[in-house]
């Protein structure tokens, strides 16, 4: 499992070289990204996590996932308003 924030660069991310030793051709590896609501909206650093998000750039078999928790103020809400 290579977990990666979106806080930080993509590029500096050293557990995917450490899941490409083990898994060199991404078969068993799944990728989580976390924390994408500390992206700014439409901003360069946003649109560098679009490839990884979307498979293109490192790629798993398991493919990319993303995470995010709720926030103080989204605590409270249920899963329907969440949604809505």
Same mark, same amino acid.
């Given at each position: 499992?290579?977990?990666?924030?979106?806080?930080?660069?993509?590029?500096?991310?050293?557990?995917?070289?450490?899941?490409?030793?083990?898994? /060199?051709?991404? %078969?068993?590896?799944?990728?989580?990204?976390?924390?994408?609501?500390? #992206?700014?909206?439409? @901003?360069?650093? $946003? !649109?560098?996590?679009?490839? /990884?998000?979307? %498979?293109?750039?490192?790629?798993?078999?398991?493919?990319?996932?993303? #995470?995010?928790?709720? @926030?103080?103020? $989204? !605590?409270?809400?249920?899963?329907?308003?969440? %949604?809505?």
């Amino acid at each position: 499992m290579a977990v990666v924030s979106a806080k930080n660069d993509y590029a500096n991310q050293i557990i995917l070289k450490k899941c490409r030793d083990n898994d /060199p051709k991404g %078969n068993r590896t799944i990728g989580i990204i976390t924390k994408p609501d500390f #992206l700014e909206p439409d @901003s360069e650093n $946003e !649109a560098s996590w679009i490839e /990884p998000a979307e %498979n293109k750039d490192t790629f798993f078999e398991l493919g990319w996932h993303i #995470l995010k928790n709720r @926030s103080d103020k $989204e !605590a409270s809400k249920s899963s329907a308003e969440r %949604n809505a």
